[in-house]
């Protein structure tokens, strides 16, 4: 397929995403500014060359200018993505391509269901109320304040102190599987690691990354490197917990903590400001207290991702801006029932590729 043709499609196929009052309204805004272009073309091109060059202005800023407006009136193309998927998945500081780019026990379960310059909406990172105004995130805590776990009490064989004990360490765990910021910016997890059980913490730094199989970095939220930077310091959060005491098939008496919390973070590309967008990250998890001083993962960051493209299966979070590639993934999932990814109980559909209502 030719250059043109390609770019034809491409526009053809984002117009398809939008109503025919949209369109009207996107068209009218994309010959205009075509208008304006084509007035300060070069005067040697001529006869048939120029009117080419013509048709690729007017697509070229046509595709452009519905991409700015997808922010306003498509805030559900950023969705939940799975990370069992499969496809490849581009480095996203390349620049906007207009076409396919070219080039068991111990273990947690976890599953994770472009803006173009010239928007005239302002992006996160520019809004004068701060990059979380008008999503529920705004009135949630920053960091480690939303944190909010059950008090301590005796319960299931083990003593105030013990269960008091635990709950501070899940408290850090929580902080340092989506708070540690070398964590997020795709390091090593050190902070989690070193707070896990040695039992799990051998499993975990058994499959750290591995290229298949079990990824044990889908137990923490870590963007993909070069893939974004945090607009600002602070992340929301929000959510809750309970505790309860339980017995297992070995007849072992212990204390239950259940975790459900957001994590809403303002992200942009690498010194890109213009792609501002938030991402929310949904832990849900279950983690038992033994008399011993073990704390076992039971469940962990089994919530899903909201924001993050669908066909990465490397554990990492790779954020979905409106002007990355397509993602086929989450082109499966469009007639489906959207989500709310504020809704701390909706019905969950592990695995399953999912557009989100708002970000």
């Known amino acids: 397929m030719s250059h043109g043709d390609d770019i034809d499609a491409r526009f053809a196929e984002l117009m398809e995403q939008f109503d025919q009052g949209d369109r009207r309204r996107m068209q009218a805004a994309a010959t205009k500014a075509a208008s304006k272009a084509s007035r300060q ?3 040697s091109v001529r006869g048939h060359r120029r009117r080419r060059a013509w048709l690729a202005v007017w697509s070229v800023v046509a595709i452009v200018t519905v991409a700015g407006v997808m922010v306003t009136l498509q805030p559900d193309w950023l969705g939940a993505a799975s990370l069992e998927a499969t496809g490849p998945v581009p480095e996203e500081t390349a620049p906007v391509r207009m076409g396919p780019p070219s080039d068991g026990e111990g273990a947690a379960e976890g599953t994770a269901e472009g803006t173009v310059e010239a928007s005239a909406t302002p992006t996160v990172a520019q809004t004068p109320a ?8 705004e009135q949630y805590a920053d960091g480690e304040a939303g944190l909010v776990l059950p008090k301590a009490k005796a319960m299931g064989g083990l003593s105030k102190k013990q269960v008091a004990a635990g709950i501070d360490r899940v408290r850090e765990l929580l902080a340092a599987a989506h708070l ?3 964590t997020l910016m795709g390091g090593k997890p050190k902070a989690f690691m070193k707070l896990l059980d040695p039992a799990q913490r051998a499993w975990f730094t058994e499959h750290l990354d591995r290229r298949k199989g079990d990824q044990a970095r889908r137990w923490v939220t870590s963007f993909a490197p070069k893939t974004a930077e945090l607009v600002t310091d602070v992340i ?9 005491a339980f017995k297992d098939q070995a007849g072992r008496r212990g204390v239950k903590i259940k975790t459900n ?3 809403v973070y303002a992200i942009q590309r690498p010194g890109q400001p213009h792609t501002s967008t938030r991402l929310i990250a949904h832990d849900i998890g279950e ?5 011993n001083d073990v704390r076992w993962l039971r469940l962990w960051n089994n919530g899903g991702v909201t924001g993050a493209r669908c066909d990465a299966k490397d554990g990492f979070v790779h954020p979905a801006y409106v002007d990355s ?15 709310d990814p504020y ?16 970000v």
Do not use: T
């Open 41 to 43: 073309r070069h005067p």
């Open 130 to 137: 701060g990059p979380f105004a008008g999503s529920p995130a």
């Open 180 to 182: 540690d910021r070398p």
């Open 236 to 244: 929301k959060v929000h959510g809750k917990s309970s505790l309860a």
């Open 261 to 263: 919390f957001l994590f």
């Open 287 to 291: 983690v038992l207290l033994y008399a």
């Open 325 to 339: 590639v397509p993602d086929e993934e989450q082109r499966k999932g469009r007639d489906k029932p959207r989500i």
């Open 343 to 358: 809704d701390l109980d909706r019905e969950r559909h592990p695995g399953e590729c999912r557009k989100a209502s708002r």
